[in-house]
């Protein structure tokens, strides 16, 4: 079913917004330069049917057409284009055939990539708000004023009392002087959107093997035998991944979707399951029951490679198949036909994405996939893994080396071994980067105090908290009162009420982003608001890292348009006025007010070995990017030409400095190959033994290791225990001496190690036990708001609690009301694929606005009926904290019987008021609608503070 598309006159159309007359979507397309739906239908034929087509698009006939090669700014595949600039122009684009990744396909988003090229309805010029209205400042003007406002607000409040989002759409360079501007300030008060798409996958997943990371890449799903998705809509939310999904299910890999809702992706799947939302531990606990009923586990792996498997074992006899289908509603048959698939299937690959982390338990739901995948052997080998897609262009980049709250990058503590490491790296003294902080000790929530310095920030999933809290309930010296949004968009968080009251409380707030955002319209501030136009991805060079962990080099499209500025440059001039940038930019070359990206990924590659961003130098990721027809789709090596043998763009852990030449890691944990041709094991990150228990690898080993049986990380002391220390140079001992193989800057202990064939962090066994966690075993929680009350007693959510990051969480609290009477609908979230993140972008791109005019709902007709809904027709949708949302209604099977589903691109209105008087002239969205955050309600996951929007309930009435 389709939604009832509006009259070219309606408000908020895109049609005459753009050209000022009607027109049909076949004579848009064709006046646009680019039809979408014909690039995004061609990338799906076999490159031997295709072959480049050359438009007329010259604007000049005597001027040179230029080709750019650069990297879609929007989801974390990575496809690669071919931009066309003519007299600084850009007047064309291609799909890039030669990248083992798209293979010259494109989405409809990546193929209207070249608006941001010419957007109008961009933030031009630096802008403040005075008496309520938008007035255009210069640049050195907004930068004074803020700074000054900042330093008294310091000044009175301390450095905390400055929260600010980061970017997961800013490149590897802008992400990390993020991080480095909160600490040269003296907080750790920063985020990014990964808090709220992925980090109960990142803190999961790495407490499970060692790192937090997708561990295989989309291409290898191409030796898939099975492919089971849960929570991922690939379809609409990666596309182009899609097809190495269909290349497999092609090849005869058996494709099984497990989904609340039946979506694009389910309709390609030989299986579909439909269970409850918000289940997902039942349900996977309920498949790992028939595998041990049936003795399909792999004996031999679990005995050398997995800890804890037998407390697994326990949880899940309790899992019988009467109790799943309670909980979950899926029926006996149909959760043993998905686990006999999975076990005659091997290697199987799983896929999850938000639909998996955005929950209360979001790190139970991970860890419940990591044990399934254990069981069955299916980590660290070819075809299988955990295949977590993420969202963002960079938002695995921006995860390893941006601005988290809770570490440094690269992952490093944010325990003064850490700062020390840093210190190091950026040559500052770390007493003086220690008094730049808050010097007073806070509760810790956990019986004990702790100076902010080593304490997690406050993150983007609660700074509204931190804004509205009592001041006494927090653990810093004041509230947050002023806020930073560096790309990113406030309408992909929960709460929309109180975070309208939390920005219309604060003395100053910032937005800085190509486009206004939800955060310049929201609230009805009159003043101490601030605009400032932050150039897009295309506008300025860097890295960013794909889902796979590749690290592609994006070279800049086109100037600046208007007076737009690269995030580096504003890192620098904020720096700058604020005072620090002498010390910041110590090592980092900057030129005319200009900073380097090619010395800023250096001062990477210095600092981050503990994950091995320290072998892709500027210039070995530039030789992959112009070499991309060298690289074999499945495996992603280079077969002859500069960079044989390579894993294209060096896939992170690339360890050692850049002259070893380490290949890039294709497959994380994979014993099969030596660690110099990316093999692995898994990381021993969590001690040698637990209570007695050996953590460490028995019997297993990479290829070609020297130690044949598990070993701990290495460090100077190991080194000399086996003898190795002197394969050292007398300059790496002097590095070395004392240090361990994250914290040594000649990577000499790293070298050393890999020489003889041993990975530099160790050969443990894989944690299905983590002891560390409030369910070390993953236990299944009732959301916060349940449909299924009845079943609270059984499956009670947490305590309250203060945990780490600064503010007290509630949990039994909220779940202690039973609102399902009068809140009887299940409503979840997700993708589309005409739109991007908070969709301020994709919804201000012509091509792609033309494409979806409507927020909406999907509720199955039964409810409709229920609710006295037609199709096509404007509801109410009310959640239980007093949210709502005017929107229309999409009556369709694609939802089951209890559940809606909204799509969360859209912005602009709220609660049913268009706002676009509040947006600068010339600036607003062609599309606009309610948030649907506006009417989702509490709930954070107690690990990450990852929020709950996947499960909560809401009512549907006529509007």
């Given at each position: 079913m389709k939604l009832t598309k509006k009259k070219a006159s309606a408000a908020g159309a895109a049609a005459p917004g753009l050209l000022g007359k009607a027109l049909t979507r076949r004579a848009f397309l064709q006046g646009s330069g680019l039809a979408v739906g014909g690039a995004a239908v061609a990338g799906m034929l076999p490159t031997s049917m295709m072959r480049k087509a050359k438009a007329a698009r010259r604007i000049d006939p005597d001027a040179e057409i230029r080709e750019v090669l650069t990297v879609c700014g929007h989801c974390s595949v990575g496809c690669s284009t071919i931009a066309e600039v003519q007299n600084g122009v850009w007047v064309g684009q291609e799909p890039a055939l030669d990248s083992p990744i798209n293979l010259g396909a494109h989405c409809a988003k990546g193929a209207a990539l070249r608006n941001h090229g010419h957007s109008t309805r961009r933030v031009k010029y630096p802008m403040k708000k005075v008496a309520g209205r938008w007035e255009r400042i210069s640049w050195e003007e907004a930068i004074e004023e803020i700074g000054d406002k900042l330093l008294h607000i310091r000044d009175e409040s301390g450095p905390d009392s400055l929260w600010?989002?980061?970017?997961?759409?800013?490149?590897?360079?802008?992400?990390?002087?993020?991080?480095?501007?909160?600490?040269?300030?003296?907080?750790?008060?920063?985020?990014?959107?990964?808090?709220?798409?992925?980090?109960?996958?990142?803190?999961?997943?790495a407490n499970t093997w060692g790192y937090g990371a997708q561990t295989n890449s989309y291409n290898d799903i191409l030796n898939s035998k099975c492919i089971i998705m849960c929570g991922s809509n690939a379809a609409e939310a990666h596309p182009v991944a899609m097809q190495m999904i269909l290349r497999a299910k092609e090849q005869g890999s058996k494709m099984v979707v497990m989904d609340p809702r039946f979506t694009r992706t389910a309709a390609h799947a030989d299986t579909y399951v439909r269970f409850r939302s918000g289940t997902d531990v039942a349900l996977i606990w309920g498949i790992l029951y028939h595998v041990f009923e049936n003795e399909w586990e792999d004996t031999e792996y679990l005995e050398q490679r997995v800890f804890g498997m037998d407390r697994v074992r326990e949880e899940v006899a309790k899992w019988t198949p009467d109790q799943v289908e309670r909980v979950t509603g899926v029926s006996e048959e149909g959760v043993y036909e998905v686990a006999r698939i999975m076990a005659e299937n091997r290697p199987g690959t799983f896929v999850w994405c938000m639909g998996g982390t955005q929950h209360t338990i979001g790190n139970n739901y991970v860890r419940a996939y990591n044990c399934l995948q254990l069981a069955l052997g299916n980590i660290g080998v070819e075809g299988g893994g955990a295949n977590i897609f993420r969202g963002h262009d960079n938002v695995q980049g921006a995860t390893d080396v941006g601005p988290n709250p809770d570490n440094l990058p690269g992952y490093y503590p944010i325990a003064e071994g850490g700062w020390q490491h840093w210190c190091r790296v950026w040559d500052v003294d770390y007493d003086w980067l220690s008094a730049r902080f808050d010097q007073d000790e806070y509760d810790d929530g956990q019986g004990g105090t702790v100076k902010p310095m080593n304490s997690g920030g406050i993150t983007v999933s609660r700074w509204i908290d931190g804004v509205l809290e009592d001041k006494d309930n927090i653990s810093q010296k004041d509230n947050i009162r002023a806020v930073m949004m560096w790309g990113h968009a406030p309408n992909s968080q929960t709460r929309g009420p109180e975070m309208k009251e939390a920005m219309e409380k604060l003395d100053l707030l910032v937005v800085i982003d190509p486009y206004p955002t939800v955060t310049a319209v929201l609230h009805e501030r009159s003043d101490d608001t601030y605009l400032l136009p932050a150039a897009t991805q295309f506008e300025q060079a860097g890295s960013v890292t794909a889902s796979n962990r590749s690290i592609q080099w994006r070279e800049q499209v086109i100037e600046p348009l208007y007076e737009h500025k690269a995030d580096s440059?504003?890192?620098?001039?904020?720096?700058?006025?604020?005072?620090?940038?002498?010390?910041?930019?110590?090592?980092?070359?900057?030129?005319?007010?200009?900073?380097?990206?090619?010395?800023?990924?250096?001062?990477?590659?210095?600092?981050?070995?503990?994950?091995?961003?320290?072998?892709?130098?500027?210039?070995?990721?530039?030789?992959?990017?112009?070499?991309?027809?060298?690289?074999?789709?499945?495996?992603?090596?280079?077969?002859?030409?500069?960079?044989?043998?390579?894993?294209?763009?060096?896939?992170?852990?690339?360890?050692?400095?850049?002259?070893?030449?380490?290949?890039?890691?294709?497959?994380?944990?994979?014993?099969?190959?030596?660690?110099?041709?990316?093999?692995?094991?898994?990381?021993?990150?969590?001690?040698?033994?637990?209570?007695?228990?050996?953590?460490?690898?028995?019997?297993?080993?990479?290829?070609?290791?020297?130690?044949?049986?598990?070993?701990?990380?290495?460090?100077?002391?190991?080194?000399?225990?086996?003898?190795?220390?002197?394969?050292?140079?007398?300059?790496?001992?002097?590095?070395?001496?004392?240090?361990?193989?994250?914290?040594?800057?000649?990577?000499?202990?790293?070298?050393?190690?890999?020489?003889?064939?041993?990975?530099?962090?160790?050969?443990?066994?894989?944690?299905?036990?983590?002891?560390?966690?409030?369910?070390?075993?993953?236990?299944?929680?009732?959301?916060?708001?349940?449909?299924?009350?009845?079943?609270?007693?059984?499956?009670?959510?947490?305590?309250?609690?203060?945990?780490?990051?600064?503010?007290?969480?509630?949990?039994?609290?909220?779940?202690?009301?039973?609102?399902?009477?009068?809140?009887?609908?299940?409503?979840?979230?997700?993708?589309?694929?005409?739109?991007?993140?908070?969709?301020?972008?994709?919804?201000?791109?012509?091509?792609?606005?033309?494409?979806?005019?409507?927020?909406?709902?999907?509720?199955n007709p039964a409810d409709a009926n229920d609710a006295g809904v037609r199709n096509g027709q404007m509801v109410w949708l009310e959640g239980p904290e007093g949210g709502r949302i005017r929107i229309k209604a999409l009556v369709t099977d694609r939802v089951g019987r209890g559940t809606v589903f909204t799509p969360f691109h859209f912005g602009g209105h709220f609660q049913g008021e268009d706002l676009i008087d509040r947006y600068p002239e010339g600036a607003a969205p062609y599309v606009r609608g309610d948030s649907t955050n506006t009417a989702t309600t509490y709930g954070y996951d107690s690990v990450t503070m990852m929020q709950e929007t996947k499960t909560t309930l809401c009512r549907v009435t006529p509007a």
């Open positions: 600010f989002a980061g970017s997961s759409k800013a490149n590897n360079e802008g992400a990390y002087l993020q991080r480095k501007f909160a600490a040269f300030w003296g907080s750790n008060n920063c985020d990014h959107q990964a808090r709220i798409c992925h980090s109960t996958t990142v803190a999961g997943v440059d504003i890192a620098y001039m904020l720096a700058s006025k604020l005072g620090f940038a002498d010390e910041m930019f110590k090592n980092i070359e900057v030129a005319d007010g200009h900073v380097s990206p090619e010395s800023v990924l250096r001062e990477i590659n210095q600092g981050t070995w503990s994950i091995g961003y320290t072998g892709q130098s500027p210039e070995r990721l530039k030789e992959h990017m112009a070499n991309q027809r060298s690289f074999d789709v499945k495996s992603l090596k280079a077969r002859g030409g500069p960079v044989d043998g390579e894993t294209y763009c060096l896939p992170w852990p690339c360890y050692g400095t850049p002259e070893m030449k380490h290949p890039g890691t294709h497959v994380l944990y994979d014993t099969s190959k030596h660690v110099m041709d990316g093999g692995g094991n898994f990381r021993a990150n969590f001690g040698t033994d637990y209570e007695g228990e050996n953590l460490l690898a028995e019997g297993s080993w990479s290829e070609g290791a020297e130690i044949e049986d598990g070993y701990p990380e290495f460090d100077s002391e190991l080194l000399k225990q086996l003898g190795w220390w002197d394969d050292l140079t007398d300059e790496e001992k002097e590095y070395a001496e004392g240090k361990s193989w994250t914290t040594d800057r000649s990577g000499g202990i790293i070298r050393v190690a890999m020489e003889h064939g041993c990975h530099p962090f160790g050969n443990a066994k894989a944690r299905a036990y983590v002891w560390n966690f409030p369910d070390p075993v993953p236990l299944h929680r009732e959301p916060l708001y349940t449909p299924r009350y009845d079943l609270v007693e059984d499956f009670p959510t947490y305590e309250d609690r203060k945990v780490f990051y600064r503010l007290p969480t509630r949990f039994e609290s909220v779940q202690a009301t039973d609102y399902s009477d009068d809140y009887p609908l299940i409503h979840t979230s997700g993708r589309l694929v005409e739109y991007e993140g908070g969709g301020e972008e994709t919804r201000s791109n012509p091509w792609l606005a033309e494409l979806k005019q409507d927020m909406f709902v999907e509720i």
